[in-house]
């Protein structure tokens, strides 16, 4: 059974930095094409930022943390990380871990999730 567990999350003034980290097991992390996602309160759930199979894998972004977040990968140990600065009160959500075997199911059918993990902006 995979799992994936997210951790980073918390609180943070505008302008500060929270990097989330999620861990992987069950399945051949290599394998997988890794996504963030978000759902902040009332609303839907957005794709963040996706990440390909290989290690320095292809990168996007939506275009709302472009140039503020990173997501990037180690696939030694088994995690992707999300390195999220310049916070706005707008990213505000709950941060959730996805993989799936190709971008483009990461991207519109998750196979897998974690169980989300807050962060909070406060101005």
């Known amino acids: 059974q995979v799992q994936l567990v997210e951790s980073g999350g918390g609180s943070v003034q505008a302008g500060g930095s929270l990097r989330l980290s999620c861990v992987v097991s069950?399945?051949?992390?290599?394998?997988?094409?890794m996504a963030w996602f978000r759902q902040a309160q009332g609303k839907e759930r957005e794709l963040v930022a996706t990440i390909s199979i290989w290690s320095g894998g292809t990168t996007t972004y939506v275009d709302s943390v472009k140039g503020r977040f990173i997501i990037s990968r180690d696939n030694d140990k088994n995690t992707v990380f999300l390195q999220m600065n310049s916070l706005k009160p707008e990213d505000t959500a709950v941060y959730y871990c996805a993989a799936a075997p190709s971008t483009v199911a990461v991207t519109t059918t998750p196979h897998y999730w974690g169980q989300g993990t807050q962060v909070t902006v406060s101005s």
């Open positions: 069950g399945r051949t992390f290599r394998s997988l094409a």
